[in-house]
């Protein structure tokens, strides 16, 4: 039987009066949807943690069974987000579980139009001695003034939202000391 469009909103729009109409009557999905999450993580152990996007520090429970993730939801015991989670900290469990994440170094040649898969401490290397030249050709000690600087314009520092403040913190205070001024962090841009 073919379904025309006419039919498929006709059928979607009974469909969604009736439940409308239950839900108007009292019923409510909540007990069969709270069934379905203990069954999905029914035996696994569950771990408190904290959310890694932004300063919040809102609270994580991740649930995990046979060493694998199977759930991460907030934490109603936590005064920051009450078991809220925004969207960024939704997405939290696809963080670690999506299929397209990048679980290897991949490298273009300059003038190259293909990626190659290169071996972490090559990379590395590449990129410490790259921060290395640019810093050298580019460092400026002292404006014509005079007045001392120790500095270098040419080197851009991006932090993540992945990444915890603590973390931050040490990148900014690395970043300082190489005479990098030009520091931002992604959650607040």
Request: hydrophobic fraction near 40%.
């Amino acid at each position: 039987m073919e379904v025309t469009r006419r039919d498929f909103l006709r059928y979607a729009g009974s469909a969604g009066t009736a439940l409308g109409g239950l839900a108007g009557l009292g019923l409510t999905l909540a007990p069969a949807r709270a069934k379905a999450q203990a069954l999905r993580i029914k035996d696994s152990k569950t771990v408190p943690s904290i959310c890694p996007f932004c300063s919040v520090g809102c609270g994580t429970l991740i649930h995990v069974k046979d060493g694998d993730i199977i759930n991460i939801e907030g934490d109603p015991r936590s005064p920051h987000n009450e078991g809220t989670l925004c969207p960024k900290g939704a997405a939290i469990y696809q963080l670690h579980k999506n299929p397209n994440r990048p679980t290897k170094v991949l490298h273009r040649k300059p003038g190259a139009s293909k990626w190659e898969t290169v071996e972490l401490e090559w990379a590395m290397d590449r990129v410490a001695e790259l921060v290395k030249k640019t810093r050298e050709e580019t460092f400026i000690e002292r404006l014509p003034s005079g007045m001392a600087v120790n500095m270098t314009p040419a080197i851009f520092a991006l932090g993540g939202a992945t990444l915890d403040n603590e973390f931050n913190h040490i990148c900014q205070k690395f970043n300082r000391g190489l005479g990098i001024v030009a520091i931002e962090n992604q959650a607040r841009i």
